[in-house]
């Protein structure tokens, strides 16, 4: 006898431009665990704590950098909303960059085989990126965020205030992604990538990556242009244990997609240009290594199929193309 069980899951989420005082107040009667790190905490502790003086509230605070993301600290967060004993009925809200989202997100994801969660970025990089798209999860020793889940938010709340305090390279290091957009979706981004034009950075990179996502939510094609420069950016980021910052490892990792898609003869050379051009107006940098010695840390990336991997090229600006690579021919590529 055979039994079939269909279930359909249609659900989306706002992203909401406002400021978390108006936006949170729909919640007042849940119970919040909002977990940051010690440099957001260090900057907006007095201002979460008038803003939410009134809410029922526990802080879990971790310490900043990709390397909270990992297996240790996401079982002590899950030990200690056990011990404070949470419930499918409270909300796990991510107050911070990508690692205190991605974290957040897959403990949400996980715990009691799920609860609610609300994504609040504070820096760039998270407000066009990481807080879009449902992607959670957290590191292991094998490679970046090999474990964890689609977990899509109640809501993505985003104030453009937060970026008052964000350091100049780390506005720097949101930018990468910024310019990811450009490369590969949305060609108008070119000018305001120019002139700093912050609003249109961030609707119109959000708009670019929701448009990618709503055709191929499961990452079967289309959502794979999302990862270009990403194949060697996640290699540079355990090449130097972490040391690198996800943007900035991003910006080597497209100079070598672009320099490699000209080797192929898939990439018109004058995007290389093009793209190092706009790395000058925030200093991004270029790629100067060997990419053998990254060749190796390939084979844990998510694109990877046996001795192949899909391989994210641009032929222009606009124009990504994938194609399957396998992972020897780069170690016979000594210049490029």
């Known amino acids: 006898m055979l039994i079939r069980v269909e279930v359909t899951l249609k659900e989306s ?29 260090f900057y907006y502790k007095n201002h979460l704590k008038e803003t939410l003086k009134e809410y029922n509230v526990d802080y879990i605070i971790i310490k900043p950098g ?3 993301k990992s297996e240790e600290k996401y079982l002590k967060i899950i030990h200690e909303l056990l011990e404070k004993h949470i419930t ?23 715990i009691l085989r799920g609860v609610s969660f609300i994504n609040i970025p ?14 959670v999860g957290i590191d292991t020793h094998y490679g970046k965020n090999l474990l964890g889940a689609f977990k899509n938010p109640l809501e993505v709340i985003i104030d453009f205030n937060y970026l008052k305090t964000l350091p100049k390279e780390e506005y720097n290091n ?12 949305d060609v108008s981004l070119l000018e305001d990538i120019k002139n700093n034009n912050l609003e249109n950075i961030i609707k119109k990179s959000i708009k670019s990556k929701k448009e990618i996502i709503t055709k191929d939510p499961f990452e079967t094609y289309e959502r794979m242009y999302l990862n270009f420069g990403h194949t060697f950016a996640h290699a540079i980021e355990r090449h130097s244990n972490y040391e690198i910052p996800h943007g900035y490892a991003v910006a080597m990792g497209m100079d070598i997609s672009i ?17 190092h051009n706009l790395y000058s107006y925030y200093d991004l940098p270029l790629f100067k290594g060997n990419i053998q010695e990254l060749v190796p840390y ?23 193309y994938i194609k399957q690579i396998e992972k020897e021919v780069f170690y016979e590529i000594s210049s490029f």
């Not at 989420?13 to 905490?41: C, H, M, P, Q, W």
């Not at 949101?174 to 979706?185: F, Q, R, S, T």
């Open 259 to 275: 320099r490699l898609g000209i080797y192929f003869n898939i990439t018109n050379k004058e995007v290389l240009n093009k793209l």
């Open 122 to 135: 504070t820096s760039l990089l998270a407000m066009v990126d990481s807080s879009i798209g449902s992607k």
């Open 298 to 320: 390939l084979s844990s990336d998510k694109k990877a199929h046996a001795d192949k991997i899909n391989f994210v090229f641009i032929k222009d600006v606009g124009t990504p």
């Open 174 to 185: 949101g930018i990468a992604e910024v310019i990811k957009y450009y490369l590969i979706d």
């Open 66 to 68: 990709e390397k909270s």
């Open 13 to 41: 989420y706002n992203i909401t431009f406002s400021k978390i005082g108006i936006a949170l107040n729909k919640y007042k009667d849940k119970r919040l665990f909002l977990i940051t790190d010690e440099n957001v905490y």
């Open 88 to 110: 499918r009925k409270d909300i796990i809200v991510a107050f911070g960059g990508g690692v205190v989202g991605d974290l957040s997100g897959f403990v949400a994801a996980t």
